[in-house]
């Protein structure tokens, strides 16, 4: 018989530290993989989540790459919010989260204790030699997994010894025979640590070294499944009602499904016994099985629910959202940045793609300006160029924000792209703010711009208006057939800029025109839109061949320290 222990006795420090290792390899793991991926993540949840059961394959695979089923389900809150995805998009995706968290449970099942050391010489050596970002991520995912079993072994050891506990063994049988209180342990302590792999991983220990039953380690893991709702409760506070609806469907799976299980503890229980037996798998495999059939079959219980209960979302939390980016206002998600960084990427995007609709709103305003004179189109000119300064300073420093993680090369590809893209955005809506001033100074010295004048920049407007809605086509689809269409039109800006000029020139000279406010500006003015064209173009160019910088190919917020 062991002899009691107190708890003073316990080897607090091998618990502290494995436990430390055992997160640390599950961050590392997922991190890694995550980056590894790059941006075929959110390509996946673009392409793959228009029925519900692709969702779910997309909320497995996701899980499966990173490691937390609170991470997956925080990132589809974010999509949400930010209007990527639709509720019924979420749901699938947290469907499909809970069982892909039992991975790193059935990869613990397998026992390589052994093997584990040997495992993370091989990721370290792979991290040390590999002169890829690729390969280097290649090595974090194994050295990570190795971790895994690393903490867990350190962990097991000390935490075999809670059985020898006075009153241990107690609380266990009482978590038996009442397992709602195991599932309030397993729920209380996964929603301060954060991460229901390490709760079940501990199980898998406990269980192992026979300081708990089955029964009491099926209620802890139950209660893991409700702990981590949290997380998910904390990503939506502040965010789209469509958000909260997320959250709020994530705590009614997991917690519903844990109530349903508790009440069916008994007939699982057996069910699970005879699986076991069947296939001669390990105590720790035998958590992790059981850990999976919970996940699965309370998807399937759910499944054909799920437009009902985007009905009872809408019940619960009424009304809709307005748009997440809006003229004047762009509301970026600070979460997804650390979350998922490929997903920060497409929101800031989009919220270029609305730049650019009020750049475009910018330069068609001072045409306005020009053909009628009226003061309230200057007045808007202002208006509009104020909002995209604001949008400018957001987006850019989002973007920076995003820089300062551990990128994929794709996803530094990107950033780049659109950095430089918004930039020639907002350069475009300074220059139309010119323009608008130019027209004001002739305006209001009394004069007007007379019939050829009107005419000829009337045409350079419709020119540098087609590169422009062609070089937002070609930023948003990639088109290389239209970029190649644009050449022709910049070569024609060129030419008919160096016309406009010599026509000036030539009014003045022959027609003996009289110097006037207009005349001395026309050259500025059709220089200022020559120039908003080449910007423009420079939008589709960057698109194909954006500039690198050798900081950017290193570290791209270094860039702008």
Known sequence: MDQTITLAEINWQFIAGGLALFLYGIKLMGDSLTNFAGTKIRSYIEKYTSSPISAIFVGILMTGIMQSSSATTVIAISLVRAGLMNLKQAIGITLGANIGTTVTAILIGFDLDYLAYFIILVGVLIYML??????????EIIIGFGLLFIGLNMMGGALKDLKNIEGFETFVVKMSTTPVLGAIVGAIVTGVIQSS????GIVQSLYQTDALTLKAS???????NIGTTVTALLASIGGTISAKKTSMFHIIFNVGVSIIFLILLTPYYHLLLLVSEKFALNRMMTIAVGHFMFNF?????????????GEILDKLIPGKDELAIDYGKV???EQMIKNFPAGALKQARLAIESASALALQTLQTSQQYLETGDKKYFDKVNQIEEI??????????????????NLSSDMILEYSVDLQVQKNFERISDLAQNLAEYYAMIYDSGEKIS???MEELKDVYDLISNIYVNAVEV??????????????????LNQLEYQLRESHFNRLTTKHVKATVETSLFVDIIGTLERIGDHAFNIARITFKPIKTHDEKTNPSEFFE
Do not use: C, H, W
């Open 388 to 405: 995209v300064n604001s949008q400018d300073t957001e987006i850019a420093t989002y973007l920076l924000k995003i820089s300062k993680e």
């Open 197 to 200: 792999s390490a709760i079940v």
């Open 475 to 492: 930023f948003k689809t990639n088109d290389i057939t239209l970029y190649d269409t644009m050449k022709d039109d910049e070569n024609k």
């Open 297 to 309: 079959l309370g998807m399937l219980i759910f499944l054909p629910f799920i437009s009902k209960f």
């Open 331 to 333: 509301e970026f998600d």
């Open 218 to 224: 099926l209620g802890l893991v139950f209660g893991a």
């Open 451 to 453: 019939e050829d004048a």
């Open 130 to 139: 590999s002169d890829k970002k690729r390969s280097t991520y290649a090595g």
